[in-house]
């Protein structure tokens, strides 16, 4: 960093935003978060890869991240014939509270803000899915929920069924945690009756009357900013890329792209040339886009009912082909926590 202290606004307080505030801080920025009302009831399951990642970061113990209940596998079944389970250890808990872990040190020195800094050298755009005009792939939608009364073995299950696919996992606060994915809002459950009715066709009997929470459907189809940077400002994050929970980590792109994100205010603190940072930034995202969207489309049309997501996979597969035209991602790859010049030649690969 320079020899001022660089003035740094983040813009939200989830994962990728603590992450890069956290990081920027180390660096001997001067971090300001300013962030909205917590939203509880987003039920996530973090690999125990990811978990490992961000107890790296923080300087924490695994341990002191185990919020919620840890899983021990995966059960998919997803087309005839492809009912399976398969050793995945992973963390269930609520999203905000895992954030408002890893933000409690930054709350108690006091980066947390009702106000905007107007003056700061950097802003993080780090709140909510990117803006109206970012390129979306597809309409589909998701909605969370939350069973009581029920009890179920230490798994995570995907399931595919008629109107769309079934996440279920532990809840955290009891009971079993659902999410209900839908080709389209217009399709997405709306009662507790469909929540049962779906629960239902993917092997889990529950009645309307043991849904006790059903959140309002929300977009899930994967999203970029475009661009995801303005003169010093950056989208991190999901507003940054949001990945479709089917075929994406979101708390590990959450990390690693907070990660890029510090490296690449660092690099322009250093002297490196900001317009090239900013390409480096946008292609590496769209690198990894493109790779999302190309496995969404391999495993949405191999669903059970895979016409259900035709429309889908179409958007996907169009904007797929349309990414290929983009240049690479320019000039530079991580070592550690920064970015290096790369050997001419040598481009990264289409991970963050």
């Given at each position: 960093?320079?020899?001022?202290?660089?003035?740094?606004?983040?813009?939200?307080?989830?994962?990728?935003?603590?992450?890069?505030?956290?990081?920027?801080?180390?660096?001997?920025?001067?971090?300001?978060?300013?962030?909205?009302?917590?939203?509880?009831?987003?039920?996530?399951?973090?690999?125990?890869?990811?978990?490992?990642?961000?107890?790296?970061?923080?300087?924490?113990?695994?341990?002191?991240?185990?919020?919620?209940?840890?899983?021990?596998?995966?059960?998919?079944?997803?087309?005839?014939?492809?009912?399976?389970?398969?050793?995945?250890?992973?963390?269930?808990?609520?999203?905000?509270?895992?954030?408002?872990?890893?933000?409690?040190?930054?709350?108690?020195?006091?980066?947390?803000?009702?106000?905007?800094?107007?003056?700061?050298?950097?802003?993080?755009?780090?709140?909510?899915?990117?803006?109206?005009?970012?390129?979306?792939?597809?309409?589909?939608?998701?909605?969370?929920?939350?069973?009581?009364?029920?009890?179920?073995?230490?798994?995570?299950?995907?399931?595919?069924?008629?109107?769309?696919?079934?996440?279920?996992?532990?809840?955290?606060?009891?009971?079993?945690?659902?999410?209900?994915?839908?080709?389209?809002?217009?399709?997405?459950?709306?009662?507790?009756?469909?929540?049962?009715?779906?629960?239902?066709?993917?092997?889990?009997?529950?009645?309307?009357?043991?849904?006790?929470?059903?959140?309002?459907?929300?977009?899930?189809?994967?999203?970029?900013?475009?661009?995801?940077?303005?003169?010093?400002?950056?989208?991190?994050?999901?507003?940054?890329?949001?990945?479709?929970?089917?075929?994406?980590?979101?708390?590990?792109?959450?990390?690693?792209?907070?990660?890029?994100?510090?490296?690449?205010?660092?690099?322009?603190?250093?002297?490196?040339?900001?317009?090239?940072?900013?390409?480096?930034?946008?292609?590496?995202?769209?690198?990894?886009?493109?790779?999302?969207?190309?496995?969404?489309?391999?495993?949405?049309?191999?669903?059970r009912h895979a016409a259900i997501w035709r429309h889908e996979v179409a958007a996907m597969a169009a904007l797929a082909r349309r990414l290929a035209a983009d240049p690479a991602p320019v000039g530079f790859r991580m070592q550690g926590h920064d970015?290096?010049?790369?050997?001419?030649?040598?481009?990264?690969?289409?991970?963050?």
């Open positions: 960093m320079s020899r001022r202290r660089p003035r740094i606004l983040v813009r939200g307080g989830g994962l990728a935003g603590i992450t890069a505030a956290k990081l920027l801080r180390d660096r001997g920025a001067d971090v300001r978060i300013v962030a909205g009302p917590r939203r509880p009831g987003r039920i996530v399951a973090i690999p125990i890869e990811t978990l490992r990642l961000a107890a790296d970061l923080f300087g924490l113990d695994v341990a002191a991240l185990q919020i919620g209940p840890m899983v021990e596998r995966r059960r998919v079944d997803w087309a005839p014939g492809s009912a399976d389970a398969v050793p995945q250890a992973a963390l269930v808990c609520d999203a905000a509270d895992f954030s408002a872990i890893l933000a409690r040190p930054l709350r108690d020195a006091g980066c947390f803000s009702g106000t905007a800094d107007d003056d700061a050298d950097w802003t993080l755009a780090a709140s909510g899915r990117p803006a109206h005009d970012a390129l979306r792939a597809g309409e589909r939608v998701g909605q969370f929920a939350r069973v009581a009364g029920m009890t179920c073995d230490p798994s995570i299950a995907i399931t595919a069924t008629s109107a769309g696919w079934v996440f279920t996992a532990p809840h955290p606060d009891g009971g079993l945690a659902v999410l209900l994915v839908s080709p389209s809002a217009a399709l997405a459950a709306a009662s507790r009756d469909d929540v049962a009715e779906r629960l239902a066709e993917a092997g889990c009997a529950a009645s309307a009357r043991d849904v006790a929470e059903i959140g309002a459907p929300e977009s899930i189809a994967p999203a970029l900013a475009q661009p995801p940077h303005a003169k010093a400002r950056l989208a991190i994050g999901d507003a940054a890329l949001a990945l479709d929970p089917l075929r994406g980590d979101g708390a590990g792109f959450a990390l690693r792209g907070a990660l890029l994100a510090q490296a690449v205010v660092a690099a322009v603190a250093r002297g490196e040339e900001r317009g090239r940072c900013f390409g480096h930034y946008a292609g590496r995202l769209r690198a990894v886009f493109a790779s999302h969207l190309h496995g969404c489309v391999a495993h949405y049309g191999a669903a970015l290096v010049a790369m050997p001419a030649g040598m481009q990264p690969h289409a991970t963050m």
